[in-house]
Protein backbone atom coordinates (compact mmCIF):
# COMPACT_ATOMS: atom_id res chain seq x y z
CA UNK A 1 0.00 0.00 0.00
CA UNK A 2 2.84 2.33 1.11
CA UNK A 3 6.69 2.44 0.28
CA UNK A 4 7.32 0.95 3.80
CA UNK A 5 5.87 -0.62 6.72
CA UNK A 6 3.17 1.08 9.27
CA UNK A 7 5.51 1.80 12.48
CA UNK A 8 4.29 3.08 15.44
CA UNK A 9 6.95 5.48 18.03
CA UNK A 10 6.71 7.34 21.30
CA UNK A 11 7.77 10.80 22.09
CA UNK A 12 7.38 11.81 25.86
CA UNK A 13 5.65 14.41 27.76
CA UNK A 14 7.80 15.70 30.87
CA UNK A 15 6.01 17.06 33.55
CA UNK A 16 6.78 20.50 34.15
CA UNK A 17 6.15 19.90 38.07
CA UNK A 18 8.07 17.09 38.08
CA UNK A 19 10.37 16.74 35.44
CA UNK A 20 8.82 12.90 34.90
CA UNK A 21 7.37 11.79 31.79
CA UNK A 22 3.89 11.95 32.25
CA UNK A 23 2.35 10.29 28.80
CA UNK A 24 3.58 9.75 25.49
CA UNK A 25 2.12 10.82 21.60
CA UNK A 26 1.98 8.14 19.07
CA UNK A 27 3.88 9.40 15.93
CA UNK A 28 3.66 7.35 12.78
CA UNK A 29 6.45 5.98 10.63
CA UNK A 30 7.17 3.83 7.70
CA UNK A 31 10.12 1.16 7.88
CA UNK A 32 11.87 0.34 4.69
CA UNK A 33 13.55 -2.81 3.89
CA UNK A 34 16.55 -1.87 6.15
CA UNK A 35 14.91 -1.04 8.98
CA UNK A 36 15.25 2.71 8.99
CA UNK A 37 12.26 4.85 9.92
CA UNK A 38 10.48 8.39 8.25
CA UNK A 39 7.87 10.45 9.12
CA UNK A 40 4.28 9.27 7.59
CA UNK A 41 2.95 12.75 7.65
CA UNK A 42 3.67 13.59 4.24
CA UNK A 43 1.01 10.48 2.98
CA UNK A 44 -1.77 12.40 4.42
CA UNK A 45 -1.05 15.53 1.89
CA UNK A 46 -0.42 13.27 -0.78
CA UNK A 47 -3.34 13.88 -3.14
CA UNK A 48 -2.26 10.32 -5.13
CA UNK A 49 -3.38 7.96 -2.18
CA UNK A 50 -6.79 7.43 -1.56
CA UNK A 51 -8.69 8.42 1.59
CA UNK A 52 -9.48 4.63 2.21
CA UNK A 53 -5.99 3.73 2.20
CA UNK A 54 -4.89 7.02 4.53
CA UNK A 55 -7.89 5.64 6.84
CA UNK A 56 -7.24 1.94 7.01
CA UNK A 57 -3.28 3.25 7.84
CA UNK A 58 -4.30 5.92 10.42
CA UNK A 59 -6.68 3.11 12.57
CA UNK A 60 -3.28 0.51 12.04
CA UNK A 61 -1.60 3.18 14.04
CA UNK A 62 -3.71 4.02 16.50
CA UNK A 63 -4.00 -0.11 17.27
CA UNK A 64 -0.12 -0.30 17.72
CA UNK A 65 -0.26 2.05 19.84
CA UNK A 66 -3.22 0.98 22.07
CA UNK A 67 -1.39 -2.58 21.95
CA UNK A 68 1.93 -1.21 23.20
CA UNK A 69 0.91 1.00 26.00
CA UNK A 70 -0.24 -1.51 28.33
CA UNK A 71 3.32 -1.99 28.26
CA UNK A 72 3.50 1.68 29.92
CA UNK A 73 3.53 2.64 33.17
CA UNK A 74 0.08 2.72 35.01
CA UNK A 75 0.57 6.44 36.11
CA UNK A 76 0.91 7.66 31.77
CA UNK A 77 -1.58 8.78 29.68
CA UNK A 78 -0.90 8.09 25.91
CA UNK A 79 -1.98 10.64 22.93
CA UNK A 80 -3.55 9.48 20.02
CA UNK A 81 -3.85 11.86 16.80
CA UNK A 82 -7.73 12.32 14.98
CA UNK A 83 -8.07 13.61 11.81
CA UNK A 84 -11.49 15.36 11.36
CA UNK A 85 -11.56 14.61 7.86
CA UNK A 86 -12.87 11.16 8.67
CA UNK A 87 -16.11 12.26 10.48
CA UNK A 88 -18.20 12.76 7.34
CA UNK A 89 -17.39 9.60 6.69
CA UNK A 90 -19.61 7.84 9.99
CA UNK A 91 -23.19 6.96 9.67
CA UNK A 92 -25.30 8.66 12.22
CA UNK A 93 -25.28 6.97 15.74
CA UNK A 94 -22.27 4.59 14.02
CA UNK A 95 -19.79 3.14 16.86
CA UNK A 96 -16.76 5.66 16.81
CA UNK A 97 -13.92 3.74 15.55
CA UNK A 98 -11.48 5.23 17.72
CA UNK A 99 -13.75 4.40 20.88
CA UNK A 100 -14.16 0.88 19.38
CA UNK A 101 -10.26 0.15 19.43
CA UNK A 102 -10.12 1.69 22.77
CA UNK A 103 -13.01 -0.51 23.97
CA UNK A 104 -11.14 -3.58 22.97
CA UNK A 105 -7.37 -2.88 24.34
CA UNK A 106 -8.64 -3.07 27.74
CA UNK A 107 -6.52 0.69 28.46
CA UNK A 108 -9.15 3.15 30.64
CA UNK A 109 -10.37 5.49 28.72
CA UNK A 110 -8.95 8.12 31.56
CA UNK A 111 -5.22 7.36 30.15
CA UNK A 112 -6.68 8.08 26.56
CA UNK A 113 -6.11 11.84 24.85
CA UNK A 114 -6.96 12.18 21.49
CA UNK A 115 -5.60 15.09 19.95
CA UNK A 116 -8.03 16.73 16.40
CA UNK A 117 -5.28 17.67 14.28
CA UNK A 118 -6.96 19.74 11.51
CA UNK A 119 -9.06 22.76 11.38
CA UNK A 120 -11.49 21.61 8.35
CA UNK A 121 -12.98 18.45 8.01
CA UNK A 122 -16.72 17.74 9.22
CA UNK A 123 -16.77 20.98 11.58
CA UNK A 124 -20.41 20.65 11.80
CA UNK A 125 -20.41 17.33 13.12
CA UNK A 126 -16.99 17.81 15.17
CA UNK A 127 -18.59 18.81 18.58
CA UNK A 128 -21.03 16.09 18.67
CA UNK A 129 -17.97 13.58 18.03
CA UNK A 130 -16.19 15.06 20.54
CA UNK A 131 -18.86 15.22 23.01
CA UNK A 132 -19.19 11.43 22.47
CA UNK A 133 -15.47 11.12 23.48
CA UNK A 134 -15.47 13.12 26.67
CA UNK A 135 -18.87 10.67 27.79
CA UNK A 136 -16.24 7.80 27.15
CA UNK A 137 -13.58 9.49 29.53
CA UNK A 138 -11.09 10.53 27.18
CA UNK A 139 -9.66 13.48 27.04
CA UNK A 140 -9.79 15.94 24.08
CA UNK A 141 -6.62 18.51 22.80
CA UNK A 142 -6.86 20.67 20.22
CA UNK A 143 -3.27 20.71 18.07
CA UNK A 144 -1.12 23.58 16.47
CA UNK A 145 -3.01 25.78 18.35
CA UNK A 146 -2.65 28.93 17.24
CA UNK A 147 -2.02 28.00 14.14
CA UNK A 148 -5.28 29.68 11.42
CA UNK A 149 -7.56 31.94 11.92
CA UNK A 150 -10.41 30.23 13.59
CA UNK A 151 -9.04 29.54 16.97
CA UNK A 152 -11.15 30.62 19.28
CA UNK A 153 -14.30 28.92 17.62
CA UNK A 154 -13.16 25.65 17.85
CA UNK A 155 -12.18 26.14 21.95
CA UNK A 156 -15.66 27.54 22.16
CA UNK A 157 -17.09 24.35 20.80
CA UNK A 158 -14.91 21.56 21.58
CA UNK A 159 -14.12 22.64 24.95
CA UNK A 160 -10.55 21.09 25.11
CA UNK A 161 -9.08 19.57 28.39
CA UNK A 162 -5.46 20.29 26.33
CA UNK A 163 -4.33 23.17 24.09
CA UNK A 164 -1.07 22.21 22.25
CA UNK A 165 0.79 25.28 20.73
CA UNK A 166 1.48 25.49 17.03
CA UNK A 167 4.90 24.64 16.53
CA UNK A 168 6.36 27.11 14.29
CA UNK A 169 4.28 30.05 16.49
CA UNK A 170 5.75 28.65 19.75
CA UNK A 171 9.48 28.65 18.37
CA UNK A 172 9.32 31.55 16.96
CA UNK A 173 7.54 33.67 19.87
CA UNK A 174 10.23 31.87 22.28
CA UNK A 175 12.69 34.10 20.09
CA UNK A 176 10.49 36.92 21.70
CA UNK A 177 9.11 40.40 20.17
CA UNK A 178 5.10 40.53 19.00
CA UNK A 179 4.61 37.05 18.76
CA UNK A 180 5.79 36.31 22.08
CA UNK A 181 3.09 38.82 23.49
CA UNK A 182 0.37 36.95 20.92
CA UNK A 183 1.64 33.13 22.36
CA UNK A 184 1.52 34.38 26.13
CA UNK A 185 -2.17 35.61 25.44
CA UNK A 186 -3.06 32.41 24.19
CA UNK A 187 -1.48 30.64 27.02
CA UNK A 188 -3.42 33.08 29.58
CA UNK A 189 -6.72 32.42 27.86
CA UNK A 190 -5.93 28.24 28.02
CA UNK A 191 -5.31 29.07 31.90
CA UNK A 192 -8.46 30.66 32.54
CA UNK A 193 -10.69 28.38 30.40
CA UNK A 194 -9.13 25.62 32.89
CA UNK A 195 -7.10 23.80 29.54
CA UNK A 196 -4.05 22.43 30.10
CA UNK A 197 -1.48 23.62 27.95
CA UNK A 198 1.42 21.14 26.23
CA UNK A 199 4.31 23.18 24.27
CA UNK A 200 5.98 21.00 21.31
CA UNK A 201 8.87 21.25 19.69
CA UNK A 202 10.44 22.44 22.15
CA UNK A 203 14.03 21.69 21.20
CA UNK A 204 16.70 24.51 22.81
CA UNK A 205 16.97 25.66 26.19
CA UNK A 206 15.09 29.64 25.33
CA UNK A 207 12.27 27.89 24.12
CA UNK A 208 12.14 25.55 27.45
CA UNK A 209 12.47 28.56 29.28
CA UNK A 210 9.52 30.62 27.09
CA UNK A 211 7.46 27.15 27.56
CA UNK A 212 7.76 27.60 31.28
CA UNK A 213 6.81 31.16 31.22
CA UNK A 214 3.82 30.84 29.62
CA UNK A 215 2.67 28.30 32.71
CA UNK A 216 3.29 24.96 30.24
CA UNK A 217 2.07 21.74 32.08
CA UNK A 218 3.85 19.55 29.84
CA UNK A 219 6.80 20.04 27.41
CA UNK A 220 7.66 17.93 24.14
CA UNK A 221 10.39 17.96 21.96
CA UNK A 222 14.04 17.17 21.13
CA UNK A 223 15.14 19.12 23.97
CA UNK A 224 14.50 15.58 25.94
CA UNK A 225 13.51 13.07 23.03
CA UNK A 226 12.10 12.20 20.01
CA UNK A 227 10.05 9.39 18.98
CA UNK A 228 11.17 5.80 19.33
CA UNK A 229 9.84 2.10 19.99
CA UNK A 230 10.71 1.74 23.28
CA UNK A 231 9.46 3.38 26.51
CA UNK A 232 11.68 5.00 28.51
CA UNK A 233 11.67 4.87 32.62
CA UNK A 234 9.86 7.83 33.67
CA UNK A 235 12.51 9.16 35.70
CA UNK A 236 15.23 9.74 32.43
CA UNK A 237 14.85 12.96 32.38
CA UNK A 238 14.51 13.87 35.82
CA UNK A 239 17.78 15.42 36.72
CA UNK A 240 18.42 17.10 33.10
CA UNK A 241 15.06 18.81 33.27
CA UNK A 242 16.10 20.12 37.59
CA UNK A 243 19.20 21.62 35.73
CA UNK A 244 17.30 23.11 33.11
CA UNK A 245 14.42 24.61 35.28
CA UNK A 246 16.93 25.64 37.90
CA UNK A 247 18.49 27.79 35.93
CA UNK A 248 15.70 29.00 34.46
CA UNK A 249 14.63 29.85 37.77
CA UNK A 250 17.99 31.82 38.26
CA UNK A 251 17.63 33.62 35.33
CA UNK A 252 14.18 34.78 36.09
CA UNK A 253 15.63 35.99 39.79
CA UNK A 254 18.32 37.95 38.40
CA UNK A 255 15.46 39.43 35.97
CA UNK A 256 13.44 40.53 39.56
CA UNK A 257 17.29 41.92 40.85
CA UNK A 258 16.81 44.00 37.62
CA UNK A 259 13.72 45.16 38.89
CA UNK A 260 14.31 46.06 42.26
CA UNK A 261 17.71 47.96 41.32
CA UNK A 262 14.76 50.09 38.57
CA UNK A 263 12.78 50.64 41.61
CA UNK A 264 15.58 52.00 43.31
CA UNK A 265 16.72 54.37 40.60
CA UNK A 266 12.64 55.76 40.21
CA UNK A 267 12.13 56.57 43.89
CA UNK A 268 15.41 58.53 43.25
CA UNK A 269 14.19 59.47 39.79
CA UNK A 270 11.00 60.75 41.04
CA UNK A 271 12.26 62.69 43.82
CA UNK A 272 14.41 65.38 41.63
CA UNK A 273 11.31 65.21 39.07
CA UNK A 274 9.07 66.30 42.26
CA UNK A 275 11.59 68.71 43.95
CA UNK A 276 11.62 70.40 40.27
CA UNK A 277 7.89 70.58 40.49
CA UNK A 278 7.96 72.41 43.70
CA UNK A 279 10.78 74.44 42.53
CA UNK A 280 9.10 76.18 39.22
CA UNK A 281 8.57 73.54 36.93
CA UNK A 282 10.55 75.74 33.91
CA UNK A 283 11.54 72.99 31.33
CA UNK A 284 15.23 74.66 31.47
CA UNK A 285 16.13 73.85 34.85
CA UNK A 286 14.59 70.09 34.25
CA UNK A 287 17.61 67.76 35.47
CA UNK A 288 19.40 66.20 32.74
CA UNK A 289 18.31 61.83 33.00
CA UNK A 290 22.24 60.66 32.11
CA UNK A 291 21.97 58.07 34.68
CA UNK A 292 18.34 57.14 33.63
CA UNK A 293 18.70 56.05 29.66
CA UNK A 294 15.87 53.99 30.04
CA UNK A 295 13.46 57.03 30.66
CA UNK A 296 10.69 57.85 27.47
CA UNK A 297 8.77 60.83 29.14
CA UNK A 298 6.98 62.33 31.95
CA UNK A 299 3.79 63.75 32.34
CA UNK A 300 0.94 64.81 34.66
CA UNK A 301 -2.74 63.56 35.42
CA UNK A 302 -5.34 64.84 37.57
CA UNK A 303 -6.77 62.41 39.78
CA UNK A 304 -9.36 60.93 37.22
CA UNK A 305 -7.21 60.13 34.72
CA UNK A 306 -6.83 63.33 32.54
CA UNK A 307 -3.45 64.16 31.61
CA UNK A 308 -2.76 68.17 32.87
CA UNK A 309 0.34 68.92 31.66
CA UNK A 310 2.69 68.23 27.78
CA UNK A 311 4.67 65.23 27.66
CA UNK A 312 8.30 66.12 28.46
CA UNK A 313 10.84 63.70 26.23
CA UNK A 314 14.81 63.36 26.21
CA UNK A 315 15.74 63.54 23.10
CA UNK A 316 19.56 64.84 21.45
CA UNK A 317 20.52 66.15 24.40
CA UNK A 318 17.30 68.18 25.45
CA UNK A 319 14.11 68.08 26.90
CA UNK A 320 11.44 68.29 24.04
CA UNK A 321 7.61 69.03 25.32
CA UNK A 322 4.73 67.64 23.28
CA UNK A 323 1.25 69.23 23.79
CA UNK A 324 -0.83 67.20 21.95
CA UNK A 325 -2.05 64.65 24.55
CA UNK A 326 -3.29 67.75 27.13
CA UNK A 327 -7.32 66.82 28.37
CA UNK A 328 -6.63 63.25 27.08
CA UNK A 329 -8.01 60.42 29.36
CA UNK A 330 -5.88 57.74 30.08
CA UNK A 331 -8.28 56.22 33.41
CA UNK A 332 -8.75 52.93 30.68
CA UNK A 333 -5.03 52.05 30.73
CA UNK A 334 -4.17 49.64 32.86
CA UNK A 335 -0.52 51.67 34.15
CA UNK A 336 -2.72 54.67 35.50
CA UNK A 337 -6.21 52.09 37.26
CA UNK A 338 -3.26 49.70 38.84
CA UNK A 339 -1.29 52.75 39.72
CA UNK A 340 -4.32 54.38 41.17
CA UNK A 341 -5.51 50.80 43.06
CA UNK A 342 -2.76 50.44 44.64
CA UNK A 343 -1.00 54.10 44.98
CA UNK A 344 -3.85 55.65 46.41
CA UNK A 345 -3.32 55.63 50.19
CA UNK A 346 -0.09 54.47 50.37
CA UNK A 347 1.02 57.63 47.69
CA UNK A 348 3.92 55.60 46.94
CA UNK A 349 5.55 54.69 43.94
CA UNK A 350 3.82 51.87 41.78
CA UNK A 351 5.28 50.50 38.81
CA UNK A 352 2.71 48.89 36.11
CA UNK A 353 3.22 45.56 34.56
CA UNK A 354 4.61 45.48 30.59
CA UNK A 355 2.24 46.56 27.98
CA UNK A 356 2.43 47.56 24.13
CA UNK A 357 2.19 51.23 24.04
CA UNK A 358 -0.81 51.94 21.68
CA UNK A 359 0.48 55.23 20.75
CA UNK A 360 4.15 54.40 19.88
CA UNK A 361 3.83 50.82 19.12
CA UNK A 362 6.71 50.50 21.69
CA UNK A 363 6.69 47.90 25.02
CA UNK A 364 6.52 50.38 28.24
CA UNK A 365 6.58 50.16 31.83
CA UNK A 366 4.82 53.48 33.53
CA UNK A 367 5.95 54.36 37.00
CA UNK A 368 3.70 56.66 38.87
CA UNK A 369 2.92 58.18 42.20
CA UNK A 370 0.55 60.46 43.71
CA UNK A 371 1.54 64.10 44.32
CA UNK A 372 0.13 67.88 45.14
CA UNK A 373 -2.11 65.92 48.29
CA UNK A 374 -3.13 63.25 45.63
CA UNK A 375 -4.60 65.88 43.67
CA UNK A 376 -2.26 64.97 40.60
CA UNK A 377 -0.12 62.24 39.45
CA UNK A 378 2.91 62.45 37.79
CA UNK A 379 3.94 59.69 35.46
CA UNK A 380 7.08 57.99 34.22
CA UNK A 381 7.46 56.01 31.22
CA UNK A 382 10.21 53.67 30.69
CA UNK A 383 11.40 51.74 27.65
CA UNK A 384 10.90 47.72 28.61
CA UNK A 385 13.74 46.47 26.81
CA UNK A 386 16.10 48.02 28.52
CA UNK A 387 14.95 45.40 31.25
Known amino acids: MFNGEPVVVFQPFIDTATGRIAGVEALARLRNSAGQLRSAGPLFSDPHIANAQLRAFDREIRRQALARFAEAPADWFLSLNISPRWISLLKPKQTLPSLKLLAGSGIAAQRIVFEITEQNGAKNRLPGVVNRYREAGVRVAIDDFGAGSSQLDRVLSLQPDILKLDMRLFQQAARGGHSGEVVKALALMAERTGCWIIAEGVETEAQLDFALECGARYIQGYIFGQGQAEFLPSDTFVEHFAQLRDRYVRRKLSERA?????????????????????????????????????????????????????NLEWREQSWHSDNRYIGHNWSWRPYFYQVLAEGWDAHGLVLSSTYRDATTNQYCLTAGQFIDNGNRLLLIDIDAAAF
Not at 268 to 274: G, P, V, Y
Open 258 to 310: RLLSLRQQLHELMNSFKHWLTSGSHTDQLPPPHAYPWLLRLFQCDRHGTQVSA
